[in-house]
């Protein structure tokens, strides 16, 4: 009754089997699921797993001694403390895009260039390349009123435009430092940052084109369509096709909202990697203050969501209450997006506090595999079990980093990494916030996303264990 499994698979039962087999509410689906996790957890369990993350005795004996409650309480807090400003800011940028005529003046421009046929490829690579300085779940938000406008533009494909940003955010986000994941992959396994950097990106080409063509067979096999939202009313997404050009904002002014949290956020990024903290220079020490300020998540998706703003305003400078009609929308379709994603990141918590972590080490100790596909396999598992890729890829490195010596391996560390991230993609579900993430903002159900993203996400992390197999082999680099 207190194995780790046992309690993973009563949670399975409860999430999935509330959500779609009795039609519940995710939230509340979510939230009995970590209130029965965190139940039946033994509270030897749960100081053993606050041990194991760092905490003193003490820390881990009253987090043990703790109500039920107040354990999912604290984790829904933390998720919150994470996504919410960022949620509820992109939800403001989202419905201002949209309603300015912003989002439609970036199709317009890039359907010039591309083409309506190369649109989903264009998606596919800039996700990719906004995945590598900024989150997975940032690029999602700034890029999914693009996804509207440009269905609506071309009358098809919306599952494609879709799938093709998951699929190029998700994989730059393990695969390319320097987010969090693969920054600690390539410190914890030895690897020079550059080399992993390099990698990261020759096998995140792969795996998102290897992505692309799954999505393009989704997008045959399952017609979804945009569908109406309380922040995206269908009616105002055509209403603004249609209009002149001369009546929507300037493309500069149109890209500012996502110019400006992109910008400072991959500038910071860019100081920390270098090691670039202060300069000799007065004006250049402002400016490095002024990136490490503004680049912080947070604040850069307020300033973005400012810039939001304003535009929507200027361009309903004769209707302001359309733009409180906005605010209110948008706050409010964030509000609930804030909710489910909170209470995922809850149940994954308490999934974590059951030691399942642990045990699949345990498990894996003897396995006498090629330390390749073992890395993908571990890592592959924890991600399934308890929804985090991040706490998947340090549980893996965290076992197989002591064997990442060159006097051990026939190939560089670099591909051990590499397996690691590419392990950490499967399986997204419940109990995964990106999941609900993608489900919440694209407008796609529970059982859409299971079919079409879950799997994406899963082929192109199997593909990206070939690639790298393939090249241990014919590229060592020892």
Same mark, same amino acid.
């Given at each position: 009754?207190?194995?780790?499994?046992?309690?993973?698979?009563?949670?399975?039962?409860?999430?999935?089997?509330?959500?779609?087999?009795?039609?519940?509410?995710?939230?509340?689906?979510?939230?009995?699921?970590?209130?029965?996790?965190?139940?039946?957890?033994?509270?030897?369990?749960?100081?053993?797993?606050?041990?194991?993350?760092?905490?003193?005795?003490?820390?881990?004996?009253?987090?043990?001694?703790?109500?039920?409650?107040?354990?999912?309480?604290?984790?829904?807090?933390?998720?919150?403390?994470?996504?919410?400003?960022?949620?509820?800011?992109?939800?403001?940028?989202?419905?201002?895009?949209?309603?300015?005529?912003?989002?439609?003046?970036?199709?317009?421009?890039?359907?010039?260039?591309?083409?309506?046929?190369?649109?989903?490829?264009?998606?596919?690579?800039?996700?990719?390349?906004?995945?590598?300085?900024?989150?997975?779940?940032?690029?999602?938000?700034?890029?999914?009123?693009?996804?509207?406008?440009?269905?609506?533009?071309?009358?098809?494909?919306?599952?494609?435009?879709?799938?093709?940003?998951?699929?190029?955010?998700?994989?730059?986000?393990?695969?390319?430092?320097?987010?969090?994941?693969?920054?600690?992959?390539?410190?914890?396994?030895?690897?020079?940052?550059?080399?992993?950097?390099?990698?990261?990106?020759?096998?995140?080409?792969?795996?998102?084109?290897?992505?692309?063509?799954?999505?393009?067979?989704?997008?045959?096999?399952?017609?979804?369509?945009?569908?109406?939202?309380?922040?995206?009313?269908?009616?105002?997404?055509?209403?603004?096709? /249609?209009?002149? #050009?001369?009546?929507?904002?300037? =493309?500069?002014?149109?890209?500012?909202?996502? %110019? &400006? $949290? !992109?910008? *400072?956020?991959?500038?910071?990024?860019?100081?920390?990697?270098?090691?670039?903290?202060?300069?000799?220079?007065?004006?250049?020490?402002?400016?490095?203050?002024?990136?490490?300020?503004?680049?912080?998540?947070?604040?850069?998706?307020?300033?973005?969501?400012?810039?939001?703003?304003?535009?929507?305003?200027?361009?309903?400078?004769?209707?302001?209450?359309?733009?409180?009609?906005?605010?209110?929308?948008?706050?409010?379709?964030?509000?609930?997006?804030?909710?489910?994603?909170?209470?995922?990141?809850?149940?994954?918590?308490?999934?974590?506090? /059951?030691?399942? #972590?642990?045990?699949?080490?345990? =498990?894996?100790?003897?396995?006498?595999?090629? %330390? &390749? $596909? !073992?890395? *993908?396999?571990?890592?592959?598992?924890?991600?399934?079990?308890?929804?985090?890729?991040?706490?998947?890829?340090?549980?893996?490195?965290?076992?197989?980093?002591?064997?990442?010596?060159?006097?051990?391996?026939?190939?560089?560390?670099?591909?051990?990494?590499?397996?690691?991230?590419?392990?950490?993609?499967?399986?997204?579900?419940?109990?995964?916030?990106?999941?609900?993430?993608?489900?919440?903002?694209?407008?796609?159900?529970?059982?859409?996303?299971?079919?079409?993203?879950?799997?994406?996400?899963?082929?192109?992390?199997?593909?990206?264990?070939?690639?790298?197999?393939?090249?241990?082999?014919?590229?060592?680099?020892?």
């Amino acid at each position: 009754m207190t194995d780790p499994f046992f309690i993973l698979s009563v949670g399975l039962v409860i999430v999935v089997g509330g959500i779609i087999g009795l039609k519940l509410h995710p939230f509340l689906a979510l939230l009995v699921g970590a209130l029965v996790v965190a139940w039946i957890t033994p509270a030897s369990a749960v100081e053993q797993y606050a041990l194991s993350i760092g905490n003193d005795p003490v820390a881990a004996a009253k987090l043990a001694g703790s109500s039920i409650g107040d354990r999912v309480a604290t984790r829904f807090g933390s998720t919150v403390g994470q996504i919410g400003i960022i949620i509820a800011m992109a939800s403001v940028i989202g419905k201002c895009m949209l309603d300015s005529g912003a989002a439609e003046r970036i199709v317009r421009s890039v359907l010039k260039v591309t083409g309506v046929e190369k649109a989903p490829a264009t998606f596919l690579g800039s996700s990719f390349f906004l995945g590598i300085p900024v989150f997975f779940d940032t690029v999602f938000y700034l890029m999914i009123p693009l996804a509207k406008a440009m269905a609506i533009r071309i009358g098809k494909n919306y599952l494609l435009l879709v799938l093709c940003i998951a699929a190029g955010a998700a994989m730059a986000n393990s695969l390319v430092p320097p987010t969090p994941g693969p920054l600690f992959l390539a410190s914890e396994m030895n690897i020079p940052l550059g080399l992993m950097m390099v990698g990261g990106t020759l096998v995140g080409i792969v795996t998102i084109a290897a992505g692309y063509l799954y999505a393009v067979w989704a997008n045959k096999r399952w017609s979804i369509p945009l569908r109406d939202s309380i922040d995206a009313p269908l009616k105002e997404i055509e209403s603004l096709s /249609t209009q002149e #050009s001369r009546h929507l904002p300037n =493309l500069w002014f149109s890209l500012l909202p996502i %110019l &400006i $949290p !992109l910008v *400072f956020i991959t500038a910071r990024a860019a100081l920390y990697a270098y090691g670039v903290e202060s300069s000799s220079s007065t004006i250049i020490n402002a400016l490095i203050e002024t990136v490490f300020f503004l680049g912080e998540k947070n604040l850069a998706l307020i300033a973005g969501g400012l810039a939001a703003l304003i535009l929507l305003a200027v361009q309903k400078s004769q209707n302001k209450q359309k733009v409180r009609e906005a605010m209110q929308a948008a706050l409010m379709s964030g509000g609930i997006i804030i909710l489910i994603t909170a209470a995922g990141g809850a149940f994954g918590g308490m999934l974590q506090q /059951t030691g399942i #972590s642990a045990r699949i080490v345990d =498990l894996t100790q003897g396995f006498q595999m090629a %330390l &390749i $596909p !073992l890395a *993908f396999f571990i890592t592959a598992v924890v991600r399934t079990a308890q929804g985090s890729a991040t706490v998947a890829m340090i549980t893996a490195s965290g076992i197989l980093s002591g064997m990442s010596g060159a006097d051990i391996l026939d190939y560089h560390p670099l591909y051990i990494g590499l397996s690691i991230a590419c392990g950490s993609k499967l399986i997204p579900w419940m109990n995964d916030s990106g999941f609900w993430i993608v489900c919440k903002m694209s407008g796609l159900t529970e059982k859409e996303a299971l079919k079409t993203f879950s799997p994406l996400l899963t082929i192109m992390g199997i593909a990206g264990l070939v690639v790298v197999m393939v090249c241990a082999k014919l590229v060592p680099l020892n």
